[in-house]
């Protein structure tokens, strides 16, 4: 078997002396996408932040790019390549698009160009202040800041929460792109499991921060069953997104 | 993707359309905002256009001959939308004719258009949850797999026609996406217009 990007081995990890996460492995490859789902409160959000290091961790170990990650403190996980975009999008206020881009530029692969390519919005908003931008573009804008620390791996935590139909279809779309045309590796919490699995080729479900569920995406979609089981979506639901 | 999720996502993006649709009708009832033409010809541009070259083609050319031969007891369900189908491009015609009569004519015909507007969303809505309510779960049961590989690769052999039209519908998604004011859209949310490209 070729290495991993990204190998995660009986990873037990949560806050203080509260287990949140239970033995969780899995591994992503090069190009790879991970579809990480579960009801509320089942870890999602932990297990990305203990990738980056945020959380208390028990034990078990992080390989990023062959390199253990587990000693590497939090703030130069970014830099050895995994990219967070948290659940509360955190963008500077009283800087420009622009400037929020280009502060954290790295000279890598992700350019202020390829970035503006995939979030043309952007471009357009670029002489604004984060603090003029409606919800869904400061989403565009944390995942754009993102892309500019050149991930090997970008962290997506349900990006299009609270967001309107009409830009959680575009978000899809973009995502998407990412995936299929820029071959980046991303895992993805999401609680729009049916837009989400055809998408990504694997899929992990947590329940009480075990896996329950750890293989194909595509299983999810033919046996609604299984999606049922584990989260209560059996039903695909046409209209997602929250209408503000 | 496989020929479900294509279908199953254009619904979507047409179900994101037809609400932000319905939302702007809702503004310009009650005079919360001046009409935008730019942002209604787009809507309407891509609803009508969306269905008639990208969607219906696939559903009437491959999926529905599929399911017809496969499943008898779902012959009754896609006759009806067949003739949905058909019923749909008089709507078309109406809808088009009407905007471009509120745009001449001005607050006169501002309710006539909304009305149009929200009979062909109605139209729309009931076509779209006949099939994802009705239709594919009946069929993620009932077909073979040798069936959806065929469908599948009917979908994947006519990619390529598709595409070309289907990035320009991704365009047209994208503008109006950037022309619906915020929260429902990434638009300026006080004037109502159209944010200014800076
Ligand atoms: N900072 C924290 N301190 C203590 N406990 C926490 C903290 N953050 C989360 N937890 C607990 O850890 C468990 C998992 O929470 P987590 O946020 O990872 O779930 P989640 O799957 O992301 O849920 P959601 O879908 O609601 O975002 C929950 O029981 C939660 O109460
Ligand atoms: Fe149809
Ligand atoms: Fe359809
Ligand atoms: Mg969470």
Redesign the pocket.
Known sequence: MSEALLEVEKLSA???D?R?LDDVSFRLDQGGSLALL??????????L?SLIGLTRRHGGRIRLAGRDLTAVPTHRRALAGLGWVP?ERDIFPSLTVEENLTAIATGGAWTLDRVYDLFPRLMERRSNMGNQLSGGEQQMLAIARALMLDPKVLLL??PMEGLAPLIVQELFRIIQRMIERDGLAVIL?E?HAHQILPLTRDAMI?ER?RVVYSGDSRRLIDEPALLDRWLGVGAVELDDGTSA | MKAIDIIRNEHRALAAVLRALEATIADLRDGRRPPDFRLLAAMIDYIVRVPEEVHHPKEDGVFFPHIRAACPDAVPIIDELEHQHHRGREHVLQLAMSLIHFQAVGAAAQESFCAAAERYVAFSWTHIEMEERQLLPLLSDRLAPAAWAEIDAAFAANADPWRGTADEFERLFSRITALVPAPLGLGDRRSGLASRIT
Do not use: P, S
């Not at chain 1, 579960?38 to 297990?47: A, H, I, S």
């Open positions: 949560g806050y203080g509260a949140v579960g009801r509320n409160g089942m870890g999602k959000t932990t297990l932040t659940q935590d349900e919490v609680q947590l921060g």
